[in-house]
């Protein structure tokens, strides 16, 4: 990795318009040259893999180079026996806001042992989820080593514990966005065939969010150019957030007589 060239911070985040800010409804792919060359990959054909018979492995680096960008949850557990566990999980996203819920999933170990944070959480109804920043990466990536359950990661991390309000697992206080969560349901996943579970998806209440006061824009809500956030793209590859483009979110009753009219004229073709 020696050979790789030095890391550009972000400096800002920048809005653009859309990539085809001109398309109207019914328009194909190819009324872009953009569109048109992307549509020449076509002519390369499909390779299409059974999950069945795949190799898992094969299968996990396939879809985890797939499923891209995915936003990382930096979790705190706390043992029975009250060790702190500190990990990465990229398998994350928000369920919904009303109740305010998240998830992620922690796949099992190597010879189908549950992760230390799967088995805390289940243990203890309790976790944190904190969001990862640019300006300390290196210091939450270095989580993923395979510690054994009676060491705590936190100390190598050189990260700081910031008491939670209601849960007993500690925040990240580095981290500009946290996330105190009470466990809602844990679900052991086993495969449909074989029968053995290898993953614990976890589905937690968010009770409080800890969210700096310099990362919000004049709306109240979070600008991502100060925020920051990383997101892993596959193999030990992450990626960063620094510009976006806005495509509003179109009502029927102002646009439903256009989108009539458009399937119309394709109708005719």
């Known amino acids: 990795m020696s050979n790789l060239p030095a890391y550009t911070h972000t400096v800002s985040f920048k809005d653009t318009k859309s990539p085809n800010p001109d398309w ?3 328009q194909g792919v190819d009324t872009t040259e953009e569109g048109r060359k992307w549509l020449e990959g076509l002519q390369g054909g499909f390779k299409t893999i059974d999950t069945s018979v795949e190799e898992p492995r094969k299968l996990k680096g396939l879809m985890m180079s797939g499923i891209i960008p995915r936003p990382v949850a930096f979790v705190s557990s706390v043992s029975e026996d009250g060790v702190e566990n500190l990990a990465p999980y990229s398998f994350f996203n928000m369920v919904s ?3 305010a819920m998240i998830c992620f999933s922690a796949a099992f170990k190597e010879g189908a042992v549950p ?3 799967a088995r805390n959480i289940k243990a203890t109804k309790n976790f944190t989820v904190n969001i990862i920043s640019e300006a300390w990466i290196e210091q939450a990536h270095s989580t993923c080593v395979d510690a054994p359950p009676d060491v705590s990661e936190w100390a190598l991390s050189g990260l700081t514990r910031e008491k939670s309000t209601f849960v007993k697992a500690p925040r990240v206080l580095e981290s500009a966005f946290s996330m105190e969560c009470e466990l809602y349901q844990a679900i052991d996943i086993p495969h449909p065939v074989t029968g053995k579970t290898n993953c614990t998806h976890i589905l937690g209440l968010v009770k409080y969010i800890h969210v700096r006061k310099d990362i919000l824009n004049k709306r109240g809500v979070v600008d991502p150019g100060r925020l920051k956030p990383v997101a892993r793209i596959g ?4 990626s960063k957030t620094s510009e976006g483009y806005q495509s ?3 009502k029927w009753e102002q646009t439903g007589e256009s989108i009539q009219k458009a399937l119309s004229n394709i109708s005719k073709l």
């Not at 193999?235 to 992450?238: K, L, M, Q």
């Open 97 to 99: 806001y009303e109740p």
């Open 235 to 238: 193999g030990i590859s992450y």
């Open 24 to 26: 109207t409804y019914g």
């Open 248 to 250: 509003p979110r179109e």
């Open 115 to 117: 992760k230390d944070t």
